[in-house]
């Protein structure tokens, strides 16, 4: 047998939540690196971390970041969404310290507390049932030590996600001061979507100006904060908007939601329970800003997505009203959720 080109450590099992809805299919790529991100989570199951041998001690077998990839795969394929957590270079780029010994991660699920039951059952399964074939193989570099082979993830555990602060762990409750703020919102208040995730596509600070050609503005939003926060009113009318939007013209209307805290207001769209929900990915490619040519130069550039009141102004005619997506819409964890 060829000298282990990888030795699996001790795991840091981190718990997230995975998905529940029969659309909500988990990607899985071969070959594909699923990295992990802040909206994953808050808990995830840390399943392993591997570390490559020094490379004088190296023969013929898979790198720790090719097995960490194939396990990712081999966790996917059953519905687990997993992923890859580069300790070293993630946290470096936090500034945050780390040891000699921080290696590749593999995280799985996301769930919201350490004893979600779902995630109780996803480790079990995890610590006692998941062997992929792959790791006996020893043209892969003896992966795995022999007293490993019958549960090779035994030791697998759940804990928060690593990129993540205190502070962000403890952001997704839902506070006094955000009740009041959005008491006013009505249907359309984020706090009332029951997904865990929704697409965040508008985001309104100060006095954002929404153009209005000859309509007054809804009463009900100036109520909100007061007729000079423009940036509440501009959230909550374009929400509306767009849960009426083949009312304007356009295909169909959209689940959509506002939500409002000190520093500003936004609008989101859709209800999830995986941040892995492939519906996420298409509202972000429909939301976020198309290359199209500049006017007066010909050249492409960036240019935001809009959502205008009626989508074809008759004419010449200005539109009632006009507000700009934000460039990159991103997912974002509900509050409470």
Same mark, same amino acid.
């Given at each position: 047998?060829?000298?282990?080109?990888?030795?699996?450590?001790?795991?840091?099992?981190?718990?997230?939540?995975?998905?529940?809805?029969?659309?909500?299919?988990?990607?899985?790529?071969?070959?594909?690196?699923?990295?992990?991100?802040?909206?994953?989570?808050?808990?995830?199951?840390?399943?392993?971390?591997?570390?490559? $041998?020094?490379?004088? &001690? +190296? !023969?013929?077998?898979?790198?720790?970041?090719? =097995?960490?990839?194939?396990?990712?795969? #081999? %966790?996917?394929?059953?519905?687990?969404?997993?992923?890859?957590?580069?300790?070293?270079?993630?946290?470096?780029?936090?500034?945050?310290?780390?040891?000699?010994?921080?290696?590749?991660?593999?995280?799985?699920?996301?769930?919201?507390?350490?004893?979600?039951?779902?995630?109780?059952?996803?480790?079990?399964?995890?610590?006692?049932?998941?062997?992929?074939?792959?790791?006996?193989?020893?043209?892969?570099?003896?992966?795995?030590?022999?007293?490993?082979?019958?549960?090779?993830?035994?030791?697998?555990?759940? $804990?928060?996600?690593? &990129? +993540? !602060?205190?502070?962000?762990?403890?952001?997704? =409750?839902?506070?006094?001061?955000?009740? #009041? %703020?959005?008491?006013?919102?009505?249907?359309?208040?984020?706090?009332?979507?029951?997904?865990?995730?929704?697409?965040?596509?508008?985001?309104?600070?100060?006095?954002?100006?929404?153009?209005?050609?000859?309509?007054?503005?809804?009463?009900?939003?100036?109520?909100?904060?007061?007729?000079?926060?423009?940036?509440?009113?501009?959230?909550?009318?374009?929400?509306?908007?767009?849960?009426?939007?083949?009312?304007?013209?356009?295909?169909?209307?959209?689940?959509?939601?506002?939500?409002?805290?000190?520093?500003?207001?936004?609008?989101?769209?859709? !209800?999830?329970?995986?941040?892995?929900?492939?519906?996420?990915?298409?509202?972000?490619?429909?939301?976020?800003?198309?290359?199209?040519?500049?006017?007066?130069?010909?050249?492409?550039?960036?240019?935001?997505?809009?959502?205008?009141?009626?989508?074809?102004?008759?004419?010449?005619?200005?539109?009632?009203?006009?507000?700009?997506?934000?460039?990159?819409?991103?997912?974002?964890?509900?509050?409470?959720?």
């Amino acid at each position: 047998m060829s000298f282990p080109r990888i030795m699996l450590a001790c795991a840091i099992a981190i718990s997230v939540v995975f998905a529940s809805s029969a659309d909500a299919k988990i990607e899985a790529i071969k070959g594909k690196r699923y990295s992990l991100h802040k909206v994953h989570g808050p808990h995830m199951i840390l399943v392993a971390t591997l570390h490559n $041998v020094d490379p004088a &001690l +190296r !023969s013929e077998g898979m790198s720790a970041e090719e =097995a960490a990839d194939e396990i990712v795969y #081999q %966790l996917r394929r059953i519905g687990i969404p997993a992923y890859v957590f580069h300790q070293e270079e993630q946290l470096a780029a936090q500034g945050k310290f780390i040891s000699r010994q921080a290696g590749i991660a593999i995280m799985a699920g996301n769930f919201p507390e350490p004893g979600d039951k779902k995630a109780q059952k996803v480790l079990k399964y995890i610590q006692n049932k998941f062997h992929p074939a792959f790791l006996q193989r020893e043209e892969n570099g003896a992966i795995i030590a022999k007293q490993a082979e019958a549960k090779p993830f035994r030791r697998a555990f759940v $804990v928060a996600n690593p &990129l +993540r !602060s205190s502070e962000e762990m403890g952001a997704n =409750a839902v506070t006094d001061e955000m009740k #009041q %703020l959005n008491s006013d919102n009505g249907k359309v208040s984020l706090l009332k979507n029951k997904g865990r995730y929704s697409v965040k596509v508008a985001t309104f600070r100060g006095k954002t100006i929404v153009q209005v050609a000859g309509k007054k503005t809804d009463d009900r939003a100036f109520n909100l904060f007061g007729e000079s926060d423009e940036s509440a009113t501009s959230a909550w009318e374009l929400a509306t908007a767009l849960r009426q939007a083949r009312k304007y013209g356009y295909e169909r209307n959209y689940e959509a939601w506002v939500l409002h805290n000190r520093s500003e207001s936004y609008v989101t769209v859709g !209800s999830f329970d995986s941040p892995d929900d492939p519906r996420i990915r298409q509202l972000m490619e429909e939301f976020k800003s198309k290359s199209k040519p500049n006017p007066k130069t010909g050249r492409q550039q960036p240019t935001p997505e809009l959502f205008s009141i009626p989508k074809n102004p008759v004419g010449q005619s200005l539109p009632d009203k006009l507000w700009f997506f934000d460039q990159k819409p991103r997912p974002v964890r509900v509050p409470g959720r």
